[in-house]
C-alpha cells in the first residue's frame, strides 16, 4: 500500500512566510489552523501568491474559488490534501 504524503500545516506557514511575510503581531508558531487568514494578517493577494505556489510546487491545479473559500489554514489544507489524493 502507497501512503500519500500530505500537505502539512508546517509547509503552508513556510509557503506564507516566504510568499508574503509574517505579521509579527501574530505566533504562528501556535495553533493557527482556525484562525482565519485575515486575523493572521494575510490578505487575498498573500494567499493567491501562496496557492500559485502550491500548485506549481506540487504540480496541481486547485479552483479559483480556492482564494475567496478558504478562510482558514484548515480549509486551504483540506482543499490542498483533497487535490493531492484525486492526483494519487
Request: no cysteine; hydrophobic share 45%.
Amino acid at each position: 500500500m502507497v501512503t500519500m504524503a500530505q500537505f502539512s500545516i508546517d509547509q503552508l506557514i513556510e509557503l506564507l512566510r516566504d510568499s508574503a511575510g509574517e505579521d509579527e503581531a501574530v505566533d504562528l508558531a501556535g495553533d493557527v489552523l482556525d484562525v482565519p487568514f485575515d486575523q493572521l494578517g494575510y490578505d487575498s493577494l498573500a494567499l493567491l501568491n501562496t496557492v500559485s505556489r502550491i500548485e506549481r510546487d506540487n504540480g496541481i491545479h486547485l479552483s479559483d474559488s480556492v482564494v475567496t473559500d478558504a478562510k482558514t489554514p484548515r480549509l486551504l489544507l483540506d482543499e490542498v490534501n483533497a487535490r493531492l489524493g484525486r492526483r494519487a
